[in-house]
């Protein structure tokens, strides 16, 4: 196979296209601060004109023997730069897993790591992002070559997840994943995209991986990346990639205020969870000397229904183990309540929160309101309260997200 021209764009190509590394920002949400760059292709003309490889490297007319050689050819660029520098920080390599796994059936060195060497460059400062791409392989195969780069000091990241590396996430466990930019952008459209990126982060966090949302280019989008959990952001709200490094505090007074300004948003939220959990508290003590409910769930239910919010749709009442002893009350609009008897006798202990908030009313002897949450058969937004009763019995009301409306307001 012939040596392919560092020049070309492709073979037989004409025009002289110089390739280049350039670098985005990758920006801590802890102190704004860049933490560090990913490291992307370039195509640069004898006109100067500068504009991204992405296509070259998705183009299938293209053959991978020439990519990879492009692409090692960026990442020696980018290393030397780095070293001339004396640039300290992270660098993030893109390498797709049919590469990593060619390499390792080889049998020869890994160049990213022979580069680290010769150049005496920090192996701690090296992450190397595995892309999203078909992968067929043996996930076995691509954690033998995941070791070795650990045992270089690199780190690992997993580039656009979805649900589809899911395993790749759990099998590799790498320090990073970054979040689908198609994600973040349907989070500003949608609640339930919001939950989406909200689960996947609690989960990478939960078993030790940092999670960085990428492609972020409104505030609207770094505001829910910052409520999702994300650690790190990328994008071109802070600054698309630029041929060089950037001075590392350049980004920390405008992150320093979106996250003011989303930290205040949640001290609201929760104090207003809070007046919320308080004053339903007052208005359940109020209500509950004269109902027996004991004696009879329902009927006790029936003599509070008329004192309850307008934002309350839904009432029940469960034992300890998280039975339902009533039945359902339930409403669709201020007004009267219905009775709905096909919900006795079931069983919501199993739901992650039951226990939770069981064993907190039992050990305070007081109300408690929930996390915001959609509700599967309504489809609202809502919240919990739950209170303890006498005789091991608590009380359940789904309240709507939204104005709470007084207890005197009911006709």
């Known amino acids: 196979m012939r040596e392919v021209d560092y020049y070309e764009m492709s073979a037989g190509s004409t025009v002289p296209q110089r390739i280049l590394p350039y670098y985005q920002p990758i920006v801590s949400v802890s102190d704004g601060m860049i933490y560090g760059y990913e ?13 991204s490889m992405g296509p070259y490297f998705s183009d299938p ?15 020696e660029m980018a290393f030397l730069h780095a070293r001339d520098m004396e640039y300290d920080g992270k660098l993030f390599i893109n390498v ?27 192996g701690e400062n090296i992450v190397i992002e595995i892309t999203e791409e078909e992968f067929d392989g043996e996930i076995d195969i691509l954690d033998t070559v995941m070791r070795r780069y650990r045992e270089a000091g690199c780190k690992i990241a997993i580039d656009d997840f979805t649900f589809n590396n899911f395993d790749r996430l759990i099998h590799l466990r790498p320090d990073f994943v970054k979040i689908d930019i198609r994600l973040v ?22 078993i030790g991986i940092s999670v960085l949302f990428e492609g972020v ?15 790190f952001i990328q994008g071109f709200l802070f600054s698309p990639p630029e041929c060089d490094f950037q001075d590392v505090g350049r980004f920390r007074p405008s992150m320093h205020q979106v996250l003011s300004s989303v930290v205040q948003s949640q001290r609201d939220e929760n104090f207003g969870l809070l007046s919320l959990e308080f004053r339903m508290n007052e208005l359940i003590h109020s209500t509950l000397d004269t109902a027996n409910f004991e004696a009879d769930p329902d009927s006790a239910l029936g003599q509070i229904l008329p004192t309850l919010p307008d934002a309350c749709y839904r009432a029940y009442v469960c034992n300890q183990f998280g039975e339902q002893l009533s039945s359902n009350f339930v409403r669709s609009k201020p007004g009267p309540f219905v009775k709905e008897p096909q919900f006795r006798n079931r069983n919501w202990g199993w739901r992650p929160y039951f226990l939770h908030n069981l064993t907190r009313m039992e050990r305070f002897r ?12 309504t489809k609202r937004e809502t919240f919990t309260y739950s209170h303890p009763l006498p005789g091991q019995m608590f009380l359940f009301l789904d309240v709507t997200r939204g104005s709470f409306a007084s207890p005197e307001s009911n006709g």
Do not use: C
């Open 61 to 75: 007319e293209v053959s991978n023997h020439e990519k990879l050689i492009r692409s090692r050819k960026i990442r």
């Open 217 to 231: 280019e409104y505030e609207e989008e770094l505001v829910n990346s910052i409520h999702a959990g994300g650690s």
């Open 39 to 51: 490291v992307l292709g370039r195509f640069s003309d004898d006109s100067g004109r500068i504009w």
């Open 96 to 122: 797709k897993p049919s590469w990593l796994v060619q390499v390792h059936r080889s049998g020869k060195d890994i160049p990213t790591l022979k580069f680290i060497q010769e150049m005496g460059i920090n």
């Open 185 to 206: 952008k349907k989070s500003v459209e949608k609640m339930e995209y919001q939950k989406l990126i909200t689960s996947i982060s609690d989960f990478a966090q939960e």
């Open 366 to 377: 007081r109300g408690f309101i929930s996390n915001r949450y959609i509700d599967q058969e």
